[in-house]
């Protein structure tokens, strides 16, 4: 027996209402009849028909709208007088059938494009915003006291680019729309009708463009630098995202309360990311105290059996990293690391981040560099022509010529 029904995930914007009309006569064709817009679009077997649908946008209704409110009810028996039939709604969208041979257009062109406009560009606007925050924050930290955690990690790097890239999108979607809108009034002062849709030219999001690659290139990151506990994580938050928005849809409760669910959601998603953290860090101190001491560094080891090692050894296109923090629980502490960069830049930044300080003054000690700094009697900053190399002991007591004779020879082969 066949099924008198099925329902069909497909998706429109609002740039392309007509799109959604014609395939919703497409399918009208073949015999399938559009029954609601919940979780998908369910059609309803029947006769093959020519049918016209219309697909209009309806700026007074809520992006927090899954069915038709008080007021899209209104404006539906407006339409209805005018000969189309309401089908459902959903957030702004409302679809129409016609059911008179005599039916006037519900809108003018000219109001259509301005709905249509102005309910895309809030979105790409909120979207810019968003990318916006985030690649500000980003290339601040790069350029600022972050830049050597980000510009020798090659996770860190994709993070500021993929950014870099949804911003970028994402502007280009709010200047595309700028573009087509001009473009549109054009023609329709020139006598043609307008069509939202790819039949009307390519409207393509910029930030869904860039979401996909950037997306694909941080989860091969993450599998690749085996960062299995943030994969988990995601895929938690994905899971959990997408099944309160299927049961919104399913179930579609009235705008007050899904924009009460959609505004909890955040809070409860961010409550699950800060209990995230806090294990991450908890199980990364236990990590920590169970590593083991790489052979190379236990030359450096001036104190006997350090409560934990902590080994950062990382590389990118500007150069390598090397970060050393040893933690004792009854002696000073060291943490001491080696940058290297084949760019006289990158170099640059490093010994200008890392003796921005107060209190560093010229370190009379031989370390064979361009340029050595020191401060509190144990921290020393040394300038090599492709090294930085640093050096902060807490005891406050000045290294012997031997101590650094074996730093040197060990972290940059000096």
């Not at 209402?17 to 497409?26: K, M, P, R, V």
């Not at 009208?28 to 817009?37: E, F, M, Q, R, V």
């Not at 016209?52 to 028996?77: G, I, M």
């Not at 981040?353 to 107060?358: Q, S």
């Amino acid at each position: 027996m066949k099924p008198k029904f099925k329902t069909v995930h497909r998706s429109f914007n609002y740039l392309h209402c007509d799109d959604f009309a014609q395939y919703l006569e497409s399918m009208a064709a073949k015999g399938w009849h559009l029954d609601s817009w919940g979780a998908g679009l369910k059609f309803r077997r029947g006769e093959p028909e020519q049918a016209t649908y219309a697909v209009e946008v309806f700026t007074d209704a809520s992006e927090y709208d899954t069915r038709p409110e008080l007021h899209t009810k209104e404006f539906a028996e407006y339409c209805e007088a005018a000969g189309w039939q309401l089908i459902d709604a959903k957030r702004k969208f409302v679809i129409f059938k016609k059911i008179r041979p005599d039916a006037i257009p519900i809108m003018t062109d000219q109001e259509r494009l301005s709905a249509a406009v102005k309910e895309d560009q809030q979105i790409n606007h909120r979207t810019l915003f968003t990318a916006s925050v985030w690649v500000v924050m980003q290339w601040w930290q790069f350029l600022g006291s972050s830049f050597e955690k980000i510009a020798f990690s090659p996770m860190q790097l994709l993070i500021l680019l993929g950014w870099t890239a949804l911003f970028l999108g994402s502007l280009s979607s709010v200047l595309r729309v700028l573009w087509l809108k001009h473009s549109w009034r054009k023609r329709i002062a020139g006598g043609q009708m307008l069509y939202l849709g790819r039949a009307g030219g390519f409207i393509g999001r910029g930030y869904e463009l860039a979401l996909i690659p950037v997306m694909a290139v941080w989860f091969g990151a993450m599998v690749f630098y085996n960062q299995w506990s943030t994969i988990i994580y995601l895929l938690i938050f994905l899971g959990i995202l997408r099944g309160v928005l299927f049961l919104v849809d399913k179930f579609r409760p009235d705008s007050v309360t899904n924009q009460i669910i959609m505004n909890v959601l955040p809070i409860a998603m961010f409550v699950m990311l800060f209990l995230f953290l806090l294990g991450s860090m908890f199980s990364g101190n236990q990590m920590e105290k169970s590593q083991t001491i790489p052979d190379w560094y236990q030359e450096l080891d001036f104190v006997d059996e350090p409560a934990y090692v902590h080994l950062e050894e990382d590389s990118s296109i500007f150069g390598s990293a090397i970060i050393v923090r040893e933690h004792h629980d009854d002696a000073p502490s060291v943490y001491c690391g080696v940058f290297e960069s084949e760019y006289d830049w990158v170099i640059d930044k490093v010994w200008k981040n890392r003796t921005k300080a107060d209190n560093w003054e010229p370190c009379t000690q031989d370390w064979g560099g361009e340029e050595v700094m020191t401060r509190f009697g144990s921290c020393y900053v040394v300038r090599y022509p492709n090294h930085v190399l640093y050096y902060y002991g807490t005891s406050g007591e000045p290294l012997t010529e031997d101590q650094i004779s074996l730093i040197k020879q060990t972290l940059i082969h000096q």
